[in-house]
């Protein structure tokens, strides 16, 4: 296996025995970088030279035998809507392009408390809002198991940076699926904590009652650590929960003997690809092989989630999205007749089109005379929404369904129709509305050779079981460690 191929804590193992130094790594990796990234366009910055001295300092650490923290040397890459001291934080958006935080986001804070090696910040959709990573005011990225494909989204710049080995970790966000859609269409790990594990300060807030910090990784070990790393009670979140972060990879290799998983019908209706259908019931098969037992259950409001959520979603977005004025940071318009005006222009001109749909569609909601019609009511569906897993999960330990409806698809196939384009995250929108955790792990391939995701879920903080499940089918099979044949150029 070539180096770069390897998994984090196998690199890290390497390190740690000096196999290998941590700036070789580093070194190694920008070379690739400067090789793939022009053509995958996963990243919207690069911190070379911060990394460098990183690794440097981790390998002067390790000649001194001084305690080195749980990632160190791995290099990591971080959303763009993550707030980085000193490194540009731009939400892919023209309104933040030259934003540099004063301050870390306490995920990012832990990374670096445990010599995580931070090498860049990725591309995402505008504001993180967007299914396919194609809402960038800066750059459309693309999949690595195909160039004319999307990666998926929002967080499609760091799933895709993993899958193409162009980092070795990465956070990303959460506000309907935007780790776990993009990392079934790349062929990773990637995991959305239970709302409130992982704390949202420096998170750049979109749906604030639904964002979560979550990871992406090349296999259910890496996620283990990750996780452990970023998870734990802030002060600086209100939402944040004072629940014990237990050690994740101790016992992950229980496996599922014994276990119910419960089978959402709803989950397997119409609309649903048939590779992937095929994919996730193959992937059955091998968990009632291994002593699961399978469980048909109902989650009867899964149709109504879309609506709700796109209702939900989009006024607090128009809420969160009103700090951005021009007044106190940020991008503003140069050709203002007074102040109104200048309001106007400059979130005329920084924000894009998909940015300006959602606060419409927010206000809209939220406006007198529409609130009790709509964010009332949906609200009220999301409790029956997050009832229908309460219920399920008196049965069964944990729920196993497609993680999208369809694998990858062409750049461009769905910009021109948001309403195809929402109804990517229809099997992923349900556990944020509920605040559950989920997991999406590598199942399987499409004819046209594109990765296959299986999303499982479980009962809030109950992370460690979830990973102990994905571990155990990672386990039986290989997909997680197919590799995309990249290519020099784009076809």
């Not at 540099?100 to 995920?107: E, G, H, L, S």
């Not at 750049?204 to 990784?217: E, K, R, Y």
Request: with cysteine; proline share 4%.
């Amino acid at each position: 296996m070539r180096l770069l191929e390897s998994t984090a804590l196998q690199i890290q193992e390497k390190i740690l025995s000096k196999e290998i130094r941590a700036k070789d790594v580093i070194k190694l990796f920008f070379e690739r970088m400067k090789d793939i990234e022009p053509h995958v366009q996963a990243y919207i910055t690069i911190n070379e030279e911060d990394a460098i001295k990183k690794a440097t300092e981790i390998d002067k650490k390790l000649e001194r035998n001084e305690k080195l923290g749980l990632l160190a040397g791995i290099p990591i890459a971080i959303k763009d809507n993550i707030c980085t001291k000193n490194l540009h934080t731009t939400c892919a958006s023209k309104i933040l392009k030259n934003f540099i935080p004063p301050y870390d986001a306490f995920a990012v804070k832990r990374l670096k408390e445990e010599d995580a090696i931070i090498v860049g910040k990725t591309n995402l959709d505008e504001f993180a809002m967007g299914s396919s990573t194609e809402n960038s005011s800066f750059k459309i990225t693309r999949n690595p198991w195909n160039y004319n494909y999307v990666p998926g989204g929002s967080s499609g710049g760091s799933t895709a940076a993993v899958a193409a080995d162009l980092s070795f970790m990465a956070l990303g966000s959460e506000t309907g699926g935007s780790v776990r859609q993009p990392a079934a269409l790349c062929g990773v790990v990637g995991v959305k904590p239970t709302y409130g594990r992982v704390s949202r300060y420096g998170l750049v807030a979109f749906g604030s009652s639904l964002d979560q910090i979550g990871t992406v990784t090349k296999d259910v070990r890496d996620a283990a650590v990750l996780l452990r790393v970023i998870a734990g009670h802030d002060l600086h979140d209100s939402t944040s929960a004072q629940v014990p972060v237990p050690d994740y990879s101790n016992g992950i290799d229980s496996g599922v003997d014994g276990l119910k998983i419960g089978i959402p019908k709803e989950y397997f209706a119409g609309g649903l690809n048939k590779d992937v259908d095929n994919a996730v019931k193959d992937a059955l098969k091998i968990y009632k092989q291994l002593g699961a037992k399978i469980v048909d259950i109902s989650l009867p409001h899964t149709e109504y989630a879309v609506a709700v959520y796109y209702i939900v979603a989009n006024a607090e977005a128009s809420s969160n999205l009103a700090r951005y004025d021009g007044v106190r940071y940020g991008y503003r318009t140069d050709r203002a007749s007074g102040i109104v005006d200048m309001y106007c222009r400059t979130r005329s001109e920084g924000f894009g089109n998909e940015v300006k749909r959602r606060i419409m569609l927010g206000n809209y909601a939220l406006s007198s005379g529409y609130y009790d019609a709509y964010y009332l009511k949906a609200s009220k569906v999301r409790s029956l929404i997050k009832k229908d897993f309460d219920i399920a999960f008196e049965k069964v330990d944990c729920i196993i369904c497609p993680t999208s409806p369809v694998p990858a698809f062409k750049i461009g196939e769905r910009a021109n129709n948001p309403l195809e384009m929402y109804l990517s995250d229809i099997y992923t929108i349900p556990a944020n509305l509920a605040g559950i955790p989920g997991i999406s792990i590598p199942c399987g391939f499409s004819k046209e050779g594109l990765p296959i995701g299986m999303q499982i879920l479980a009962r809030h903080f109950e992370e460690k079981k979830l990973l102990q499940i994905a571990y155990t089918f990672e386990r039986k099979t290989d997909f997680h460690l197919k590799k995309p044949a990249l290519k020099a150029s784009v076809v």
